[in-house]
């Protein structure tokens, strides 16, 4: 059901966008501290938070599409789409 290289895009994909929304989506508990709000550390626990939140959503709808394409009779395999997740993270790099 499911080859190499899409479960080495599903690990791909999850880790770019918990890369891109790590700091949207926060681990829960953290007070506001304005001294070390703006310092640039790569916190772990968001990115943690990051992939677990956009993971599922964005894996089972990607799933949707290949079950219901198989469900029609026709083959379809899941790619990473690197072109909009490399757009994706240069601007998240440059802080767009």
């Known amino acids: 059901m499911f080859n190499f290289h899409e479960i080495l895009d599903i690990v791909i994909m999850s880790l770019a966008m918990g890369f891109i929304f790590k700091d949207v989506f926060k681990k829960p508990g953290h007070a506001y501290d304005p001294i070390n709000y703006y ?9 943690k ?3 677990m939140v956009t993971a599922p959503a ?4 990607e799933f949707g599409h290949k079950f219901t394409a198989i469900a ?3 083959t379809a395999t899941f790619n990473a789409a ?3 997740l490399a757009i994706g993270l240069v601007m998240k790099l440059l802080n767009f």
């Open 49 to 51: 938070f990051a992939v």
């Open 39 to 47: 310092k640039k550390n790569f916190n772990w626990d968001d990115f």
């Open 58 to 61: 964005v894996i089972l709808h």
């Open 72 to 74: 029609f009779g026709a």
């Open 82 to 84: 690197y072109l909009f």
